[in-house]
């Protein structure tokens, strides 16, 4: 499959970028990877004019702590996320869940940038960065601005990245200390992509209660969400089979389960349930 | 105003290869195509099989789901590049020892998959093996056989390695 005839330019840094995507009056694409553009471009589903590849420049790449913040540059690769010593230290939940995406040839090229401007609704990263209360960093026409990843994808492939801008980082929250994490999923098998993926991060107090907990859904619906329900339900609670069952059954109040040919509505529901109740075993018993 | 023709210059195998493509040429058709390297081959074609797998700076990437002009200044390895009729690559000899496949059709994509999981880990489990392969789809050895190629590969490398520390020292 050979994509539609476009125009390429690649773009130093990222005032050029922005620069050629405000001259390309609306038929310009940023490619980083190119891991999930370029096979919707070979489908032909999308046939931009105008590919700017930003993936030389220099100024989105690296993984640095600020605050109680890690910032992840947009150009970071999967795999290079999944082995950095600082985000398998500090937000083993976020680098556990990029060891998962696709397979090692797929990791040595998607962006962490790319994956979540995108807005895929079966994309692994969204559920650590909502349970990391993830922060996008975006220039673009009128400066610099900061979006919170939770709102920030609308529906498939849809998201609020305003016009003529980029992601340039990513940053998350690192959680406290005496939290643990973990990111589970139940994939489809050809395809590796998650029918849901649940990331728990939380953690209980001195006294026994829970005192943190944050819990990311992705791949049940159009839109990744974050299960409010269940955490409101479980804090102060004593972590127990009980208590984990009984918040589980609300993972799906927060969001809306799809329907295709892989997964009903009903066992989505069902799964997404099912799946949270393990993720947050894992973490609080 | 037509489409412009981008500058793309790489080194493959070892040889520099400079040309002018349509920015919409994969690199799986530049290679093929262009170069003439038809190991690689093309199966999916939507970034699964991992048949048009080729080392890009030492890491393995799927030809298939890349621009050409984004390998521009790279270096890139194919199958082809690997070892000689004389003088086998170790995986090669592992996977002709072992059998190591049928058809043949993935073989390419494997073995290079394979050579770029062995420079990171010169010594992997049957567990890191059937890991490493998880981007790459074969029909018909069922795995085991290609387990065993790559476990043969690591051991004659490892073999190879001595005889050069001894020759140094």
Request: charged share 20%.
């Amino acid at each position: 499959m050979i994509p539609a005839k476009f125009d390429y330019v690649r773009a130093d840094s990222v005032d050029q970028a922005i620069q050629l995507l405000q001259q390309s009056d609306g038929e310009g694409k940023i490619m980083a990877g190119g891991h999930s553009l370029l096979p919707l471009m070979k489908f032909r589903v999308t046939e931009p004019g105008k590919i700017i590849d930003i993936s030389r420049i220099a100024e989105l790449k690296g993984v640095r702590i600020e605050g109680n913040r890690i910032i992840v540059g947009a150009l970071t690769t999967h795999h290079e996320l999944a082995t950095h010593p600082i985000a398998q230290e500090l937000v083993p939940v976020l680098a556990d869940a990029a060891s998962q995406i696709g397979d090692i040839q797929i990791r040595n090229r998607g962006t962490i940038g790319g994956n979540i401007a995108h807005g895929d609704p079966v994309a692994d990263l969204p559920a650590p960065a909502l349970a990391l209360e993830a922060e996008l960093q975006i220039q673009g026409d009128e400066g610099q601005e900061v979006m919170s990843v939770d709102g920030f994808i609308l529906g498939p492939l849809i998201t609020l990245l305003p016009e003529n801008s980029v992601v340039t980082s990513v940053s998350f929250k690192i959680p406290p200390s005496h939290t643990k994490s973990t990111y589970l999923k139940f994939f489809h098998h050809a395809s590796g992509y998650p029918v849901v993926g649940v990331a728990v991060v939380a953690g209980v107090d001195k006294k026994g209660f829970i005192d943190f907990v944050r819990v990311g859904i992705t791949g049940v619906g159009e839109v990744s969400y974050r299960a409010s329900s269940v955490e409101k339900q479980l804090l102060g609670q004593r972590p127990t089979e009980t208590t984990i069952q009984s918040a589980a059954e609300l993972a799906i109040e927060d969001g809306e389960m799809g329907s295709d040919l892989f997964a009903s509505a009903e066992y989505r529901a069902n799964i997404c349930k099912v799946y949270t109740a393990r993720a947050l075993k894992t973490v609080l018993l | 105003m037509g489409i412009q023709d981008v500058s793309v210059g790489v080194i493959v195998n070892g040889k520099e290869r400079c040309a002018e493509v349509e920015p919409r040429t994969l690199l799986v058709h530049y290679l093929r195509d262009g170069l003439g390297l038809k190991g690689t081959h093309i199966g999916c074609d939507t970034s699964q099989c991992g048949a048009c797998t080729v080392m890009l700076d030492e890491a393995a990437v799927k030809s298939c789901t890349m621009l050409a002009v984004q390998a521009d200044g790279t270096e890139i390895t194919t199958v082809e590049g690997l070892g000689t009729i004389k003088n086998l690559h170790p995986i090669q000899q592992g996977f002709w020892e072992e059998h190591g496949l049928q058809c043949g059709y993935c073989t390419p994509g494997v073995m290079v998959a394979m050579v770029a999981l062995l420079k990171e880990n010169p010594n992997p489990t049957d567990e890191e093996i059937r890991i490493g392969l998880e981007g790459v789809i074969c029909r018909c050895t069922g795995y085991q056989f290609i387990v065993n190629a790559v476990k043969h590969a690591a051991k004659l490398m490892a073999e190879q390695n001595i005889e050069i520390e001894e020759v140094l020292s």
